[in-house]
């Protein structure tokens, strides 16, 4: 079990993300942001809209987690996700404004949460058993991971 500072400091990851990630693209050029940089990686504008689809799924598996009795988790393919018109072609404005109300309400959730309710889980066919605090530990890291992965994607143009 995490302790309450530590799951503090994973939300306050958690609310810092939309800033981080659009002082990071903010000024990129169409270019920039769709160019395969680095070989089997996604591009920096598939990666934006990765981290809309990726969240939302996340935020709704905490809603069904703490409404329902162990729900089963629905699983998504993100890479078949990633090349839909939506996450391949689209301006990442939309998935930034859709990041910064989400994350706003995800954090909201996540502050509100009484000590009993970190431990409830629901059931993922290709992760096993997932709590509440699992999604926080695992969603905190996986906005820093995606950061990462721009940062060394926008290097790797030279």
Same mark, same amino acid.
């Given at each position: ?6 799951? @503090? ?6 609310? #810092? =993300?939309?800033?981080? %990630? ?5 000024? +990129?050029? *169409? ?21 809309? @689809? ?6 709704? #598996? =905490?809603?069904?987690? %703490? ?5 089963? +988790?629905? *699983? ?83």
């Amino acid at each position: 079990m995490l302790t309450q500072p530590q799951r @503090d400091e994973m939300i306050a990851c958690i609310a #810092r =993300l939309p800033v981080q %990630l659009e002082a990071l693209v903010h000024d +990129l050029s *169409p270019e920039q942001l769709t160019t395969h940089y680095l070989p089997n990686e996604w591009s920096v504008a598939q990666n934006v809209h990765h981290l809309a @689809d990726s969240h939302m799924n996340s935020f709704i #598996r =905490l809603k069904l987690i %703490l409404t329902e009795d162990h729900p089963t +988790l629905k *699983p998504y393919d993100q890479d078949a996700w990633a090349v839909r018109a939506d996450a391949d072609n689209l301006a990442i404005q939309s998935s930034l404004g859709l990041l910064q109300g989400l994350h706003r309400r995800w954090v909201t959730l996540f502050e509100s949460l009484q000590e009993r309710e970190w431990s409830r889980t629901g059931l993922h066919p290709e992760n096993g058993e997932v709590s509440v605090e699992d999604l926080l530990r695992g969603y905190a890291d996986h906005g820093e991971g995606h950061l990462d992965q721009i940062t060394r994607t926008l290097a790797a143009q030279g």
